[in-house]
């Protein structure tokens, strides 16, 4: 009992420490890029509307936006906004002559000579490239002067399910880690008239409550259990009435109530509130299923007519069977104190020097920080004694910033030394991208292969390296967790710690017999931590009964489950799963090259994946010419004819109310019901507010930190 309330007391502190550093970070925000020193009026963003569909287990988002040119001379529009996590560009349009035309991926180097091409000419032409992890940038040219151009841009991405709870994020923060780049450019972030934000959820199983943290002035409407819709509108008074109290209630915590303008710019001189949106906050919407539900299996098929492979998407979602377990208590804070931290350090400081003080005698702890080099202030574990805690306390409070981001040496010194003999969690909390000693991918996972440990990551930011830090605490067996400034920090706090205090599945394999199946994503699925689903994409080739078998090792025990169910035959209304299945692989590729380095095989790989499904890649960018122009280059319409199918099934889909895709009811995979919170409204009485995390957290037991080897 001692270790488990000093656990949760640190892990609840960390919580409030994240919340309150999330809530100082310097914001950089999504916007129109103009250079730093020019002399002319910047391009305006009139309108930016925003909608979301969630079903099925992805998220589809559109966002059509129209610029304006104040200036008396035409202008090239430069619109860049963060990657969403696993998202990518499945389409680009640009309105030409009035007429909207959609754009087709060539290899990047090719796209952007068609884009320069066609600018030099004077004719209307768009381009949209990956910056890496970082962000899209949107370019489009002309922007005619004194009018107006309207674009639109869709992205596709993965919408699963933890612990009962669903998390869709709207990215706007860029995240301020390249200077370079912010040096160079200023954002327009304002949007000067309209701005709608519309999310529709659709969900195969009951939703009880939704929430938008930092947002509370939305209006949430529930059109039945299975059904929500959220909107945002800044033409609408930002205390409109939720329509459904009772049942998504958003409590009004002082912390919303600083959030609840936070996108809407302030009253103008004369006092009347200024219309404009400020793109300078993520949205991040929750939703929480209905409890009680059972763990399930549920299947989601697509085939084109005539074709005998068809793509998938299996989503199983494990029972409550995974066994409580007790721990040690070696804890190492490994903490960022790079320059871009300047204005989160004295918050981070505090919230650490609380966390400290919650430790007991018996318990022990190091601090290392870094920057440019990497240093340790407390010179191996000490005892967490009322001396050593005042001690390092009064240490970590005078911190400054400084340098560059080594991470490799901040995690290096972490890992040395350890006590074999007692369990330990290593604490990493950076919002910044390693550019100091090591950098490369492959040197941090050989560093952590050969520790016992677990690392867990908080990735502070839209722009962090989330490729990397994701990669890393995967070969620790450990977990990632991405952290919005919109998020609500006590709610991801209290989902790790569930992650923590539960035996995870390890090893699980996954095999399918009956139906041929090939091409799976992911290729190894490792370990399964408590309330996680476990995603599985892949094609397969006629039709009939599967056999099922999840195998997985718990606590040194083999378990097996089984089940039966038939894949169709034909048809289906969810053509997206080829471009998600598509881009899973090329995510697999490009940790491949993150690892060894560039290779040309796996290059091309990706250039011919994206090419194909029409995906922005880091080596494919999205081109929008003229109806002729495309002729004239024989650049075939492969996308626009893949965007027309899939807006055909989405309408298809929308026409009819949603239904489960459970495919194992009569034989169910698990006898248990899935992991879930317990309940309260969707405000700040249940599993989304502070209220639910302290009487939760009392029930759990300590987590294992020791990694399975």
Known sequence: MGFRNRFHRLLATLALTLSALTATQHSVAAGLMAPADSNLPPLQIREQHVTVDVEDGYAITEVEQVFHNPNDQDLEAYYRFPVPEKGTVAEFTVWIDGKPVIGEVLEKEQARQVYEQEKAAGRDVGLTEKDNFKAFDVKVNPVRAGQDTRVRLVYMQPASVDTGIGRYVYPLEEGGVDEQKLNFWTANESVEEHFTFTLNLRSGYPVDALRLPKHPQAQITQ???QQWQVTLDNRRSATAVNTN???????????????????VAPPTNNGQPARAFTLNQDIVVYWRHQQDLPGSVDLVAYKEPGEDRGTFMLSITPGDDLPAITTGSDWVFVLDISGSMSAKLATLGDGVSQALGKLRGGDRFRIVLFDDRAEELTGGFVDATPNNIRQYTQKVMQLQSRGGTNL??????????LDADRPTGIVLVTDGVANVGKTQQKDFIELLESHDVRLFTFVMGNSANRPMLTAMTDASNGFAISVSNSDDIAGQILNATAKLTHQAMNDVEIDIDGVRTADLQPQQIGS????????LLGHYWGDGAADVTLRAEVAGQKKTYKTRFEFPAQGGDNPEL??????ATIQDMQQEINYFGEEKDLQQGITDLGIEYGLVTNYTSMVVLRDEVFEQYGIDRRNAKRREIEKLAKAQRQASAPTSNRVDNSQPMYNSNRPSYSGGSGG??????????????ILLIGGGLRRRR
């Not at 109290?245 to 996108?263: M, P, V, Y």
């Open 528 to 535: 399964i931590y408590h309330g996680r689903q476990i995603i």
């Open 245 to 263: 109290d009772e049942i998504a209630e958003i409590t009004h915590s002082s912390e919303d109530k600083k959030s609840e303008s936070a996108n």
């Open 223 to 225: 059109q039945d259990p």
């Open 408 to 417: 490799f040496g901040g995690l290096s010194l972490a890992l040395n030394p």
């Open 684 to 697: 700040g009485g249940g599993a989304f507010g502070i209220g639910a995390l302290l009487p939760f957290l």
């Open 578 to 583: 080829e471009r998600l299945w598509a881009y």
